[in-house]
């Protein structure tokens, strides 16, 4: 630094050196920086502080990391400029956490930071503070404030096991694969009461907001009111910066919410828990984009703290954890899933197709119809699953069958309803006068079927049913036991009362043609999480899947059998060298940057360099694998390579993404 220190203050040795990390994301200067703290800021400046200091000319905030007393630097320091508020929202653990993450991601601290601590809002933290809550004691417990009841456990073999660990305070970790209809809301209330009994805090990320009040709704009802708080990106500025500084207070010891809590500031934390880990909502889109599931199981290591990851679906990195030991099975015995799933059926297989013959293009098979019409005539609701939302997604021209594209952009054109003009997805502009560019017709058809377009044909085939929708622009939470249609797209499927008499799951094809690594994953992922909303078989519960009952994710499906599966792709990722069982970077960008950091990259030992491939807005893609235990040089050498970029003051930016979810 070249600012000179100011000469109303007192002599520089006599006064403490704050360590600073500085608010610029540039990968050379991903390292704390030495300021002097000035006498009248003695007090006040303390580790976890927001400060403002003097950099490269430049007036930048920064977190306060450390005080030393002593710099270690040979030149001259210069003062922090100014304190932008004495609250100390940065606790060590979060710091140590955000350098390991920001290590593991190839990332910078300073971007690290800025997703574990949300902006300031000032009028918040003048408000009245609450005092810090303690431990649940047994005079809590007997007054039914930290219940202990925990039956629902009782289902699993492992299940009270696991309890017991965590009320112990022991890090146990384990992979909890729920019951078909199980109220998983209320076992991790029962999870984290019991954390709350031992003294120690918790932390629960969940992939939406219906998920977040479903388990905030259970939590109150065990915990009592105001013993935890909601933490998600919805909530606005101050709600968001209210329940953050509720937690680092310690007025609070049980956090919940979407991936903004996976840094959420417990103190004491006894137990981090997430549920459907699969969901690619889980990954952060902003740099360095870690995933939370990663972020939470680093914070289970490093705190030596308990560790639960549940959903209906098993990822691949869940079963990577079980295979090597890390973590344990918590399964229920499979008799009592035979009692507890709802009957499946495939509606592609040759008995079927051998009843039906027009099975095989039927979009709504005869099976399906008639088990919905056994469900609606027994008073329960019926629930199809439809993987598109809209009306008609993308149409063709009825007479040659070619897609039918915007003349303008060639982007796919769309009918938004049934009297509409098509449109096109991309520039929104309208097709009225389209004509097929190759055979001139003008009449189109139907390409891909929406939501909205399977509600009406279902209300068509069911007059006098009632049909709800449930998708982005309307998501319903709970529909009544009563004879009912509900089409959903995935994630958007409400709980029915007493469970659906029958789920359809329809156009699977859809998920399953998906260019993805994850493709079968994720399609049983979705698959059963609306299947788990079914009654039990004995109470007549039915899902009948539209596809061939030979592909592997239905016969996991049919099975009832996540744990098969997740093992049967890890092996398949393993013997093609894939995560979770490899580690793999991707570098995106202009042809000449990505070229220019590679060059600067000095790959580990043995390192594949696979591609380049076209990414988005003419961009190419590179991506580097590398085993297992070479994750963390890997990431380093990119950080030093990225460093290198920057000191150079290279205009272009690359985009370094380790283990993306999008591979393909």
Not at 392 to 408: E, F, G, I, N
Not at 592 to 621: I, K, N, S, T
């Amino acid at each position: 630094m070249t600012t000179r220190a100011r000469t109303d203050r007192q002599p520089a040795d006599r006064l403490p050196v704050a360590r600073i990390c500085v608010d610029v994301p540039l990968a050379h200067l991903d390292r704390p920086f030495d300021y002097l703290v000035p006498a009248e800021l003695d007090e006040t400046a303390q580790p976890g502080t927001r400060v403002r200091i003097r950099f490269a000319g430049q007036l930048v905030g920064g977190w306060l990391l450390d005080r030393v007393a002593d710099s270690g630097h040979d030149g001259k320091l210069v003062f922090l400029d100014k304190l932008v508020s004495p609250e100390r929202v940065l606790s060590a653990e979060i710091a140590g956490l955000a350098r390991t993450v920001a290590d593991r991601y190839a990332g910078h601290l300073a971007d690290v930071l800025r997703l574990a601590v949300p902006p300031r809002h000032a009028r918040v933290e003048q408000e009245p503070r609450e005092p810090e809550l303690g431990g649940a004691g047994p005079e809590q417990v007997d007054r039914g404030v930290v219940p202990t009841g925990t039956d629902g456990w009782a289902a699993y073999p492992a299940g009270p096991a696991f309890l017991r660990a965590v009320a112990d305070g022991r890090p146990a970790r384990a992979v909890w694969a729920p019951l078909p209809g199980e109220d998983w809301p209320a076992r991790y209330a029962e999870m984290i009461a019991a954390t709350v009994r031992a003294g120690r805090g918790a932390v629960a990320v969940l992939p939406d907001g219906r998920d977040v009040d479903r388990l905030d709704a259970a939590l109150r009802s065990v915990l009592g009111a105001g013993r935890h708080v909601v933490l998600t990106a919805a909530l606005g500025p101050a709600r968001r910066y209210r329940a953050f500084l509720a937690a680092r207070r310690g007025q609070v010891k049980v956090v919940v919410g979407t991936r903004a809590a996976m840094f959420a500031p417990v103190a004491d934390l006894g137990l981090v828990a997430i549920w459907d880990d699969g969901d690619d909502v889980h990954a952060e889109p902003r740099a360095p984009y870690p995933h939370a599931r990663e972020v939470l199981l680093t914070r289970a290591q490093r705190g030596g703290v308990a560790a639960l990851l549940g959903g209906f679906a098993r990822s691949g990195e869940a079963q990577q954890l079980v295979e090597t030991g890390w973590a344990r099975e918590i399964v229920a015995a499979r008799a009592t899933v035979r009692r507890r799933a709802p009957r499946v059926t495939p509606a592609g297989d040759d008995a079927q197709l051998a009843r039906d013959a027009g099975a095989a293009t039927a979009r709504l098979p005869s099976l399906a119809f008639a088990t919905a019409r056994t469900a609606l005539q027994a008073g329960t609701p019926v629930l199809v699953q439809v993987p598109r939302r809209g009306y008609l997604p993308a149409v063709s021209c009825a007479d040659c069958r070619t897609p039918a594209r915007c003349p303008h952009c060639a982007g796919p054109l769309a009918l938004p309803s049934a009297a509409a003009t098509a449109q096109c997805r991309w520039c929104g502009r309208p097709a009225a006068g389209y004509a097929c560019p190759h055979c001139h017709g003008r009449r189109l058809r139907a390409a891909v079927t929406g939501a909205r377009r399977t509600a009406e044909e279902l209300g068509r085939a069911f007059p006098g049913t009632t049909v709800w929708t449930s998708g982005r622009d309307e998501v319903l939470t709970s529909v009544p036991a009563e004879p009912a249609v509900v089409v959903a797209t995935p994630g958007a499927e409400p709980v029915a009362a007493g469970g659906y008499g029958a789920v359809l799951l329809l156009d699977t094809w859809a998920l399953l043609t998906r260019a993805d690594l994850r493709a079968a994953e994720e399609a049983l992922r979705r698959w059963l999480s609306a299947a788990a909303l079914a009654r039990p078989a004995a109470d007549g519960g039915q899902v009948v899947v539209v596809a061939d009952g030979g592909l592997a994710p239905v016969q996991a499906l049919l099975r009832w059998d996540p744990g098969w599966f997740a093992a049967r792709e890890l092996a398949d990722r393993r013997e093609l060298g894939f995560p979770p069982a490899a580690r793999m970077a991707s570098v995106t960008g202009p042809t000449e940057a990505v070229a220019e950091l590679l060059a600067a990259l000095r790959m580990p030992d043995g390192a594949e360099l696979l591609g380049p491939v076209p990414a988005a807005d003419g961009q190419e893609r590179m991506l580097i694998r590398v085993r297992r235990s070479q994750a963390a040089e890997l990431a380093r050498q990119l950080r030093v390579a990225a460093g290198t970029r920057t000191a150079r003051r290279t205009g272009q930016p690359v985009r370094i993404q380790i283990d993306p979810l999008d591979l393909l």
